[in-house]
């Protein structure tokens, strides 16, 4: 892995430059990612069409798709030099990174109750993006990022990591919710009760969305700030697609519920 890294870059300051271009360029994706979300539905789950390729098993897709966002950091921790990740702030963000991608990579996709097929194109393009994030997330953490002694003292590492476990819990919450609207054996919908599904629809989407904006302030990074508002961009669009799709497929579905967020949106 070192000798690789050292083939692609000539020196420390090069890699640096690029994983900041790689932030970004994740940026400029989430602004085209937006736009174009203002037109099309993220197109897997319940909006799962054939224009997008070939139908990928969705346990299948989910385990494949997501296990480059483990295996890489896996690999840059165990196999480069890793010079900050003896540091108790970067540990504790590299921590927080493992602590999410260990269950959307090895149990999440174990636990799915009739998971529609995902279109080749989806499946693909989560996969590259796993791989992407995970070495930009991990490598920036594990041999660049500098924090002050005091840092995880700071209010923005104590709220941040604070968001961040909060909507952990939320998304783990709300995707327990879920999986458990089905027997085994069902493909349906059905209107999902408990939990902060009692004030929105895209729960799940509330959690990762205030996850990964916890996990930004904590890290104070353009690399977590990145990820952090493509996830947004991806997750409020689709929280906003399921709330209308509710709503036109229940009548009973209840009135006072928001799409994304409690009382307002
Ligand atoms: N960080 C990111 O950029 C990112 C991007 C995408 C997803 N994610 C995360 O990945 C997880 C899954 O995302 P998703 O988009 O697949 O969520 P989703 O559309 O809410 O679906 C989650 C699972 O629950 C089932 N389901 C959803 N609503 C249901 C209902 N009303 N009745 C019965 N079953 C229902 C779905 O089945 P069907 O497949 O049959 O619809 C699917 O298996 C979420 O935690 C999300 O936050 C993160």
Known sequence: MEALLSVLFSSEEEELFILDCMAYFMVLMAVCTFFTLLFENVPYGRYTTSKYGFPVNSRFAWFVQELPA????ICLLVWTSSVKSSLL???LLIAMYFCHYVQ????????IRGGKPTPFASFALAFVFCIYN??????????YAE????WITHPCFIIGSALWLVGWLMNVHSDHILRNLRKPGETGYKIPTGGMFEYVSGANFLGEITEWAGFALAGHSVHSSAFAIFTTVVLASRAVAHHKWYLTKFENYPKSRKALIPFLF
């Open 147 to 150: 924090y002050p002694a005091y």
């Open 89 to 91: 702030p970067n540990q």
């Open 104 to 111: 959307r990579s090895l149990i999440y996709p174990f636990l």
């Open 70 to 73: 483990f295996f890489v950091p």
């Open 134 to 143: 995970g070495y930009m997330q991990i490598r920036y953490l594990s041999h």
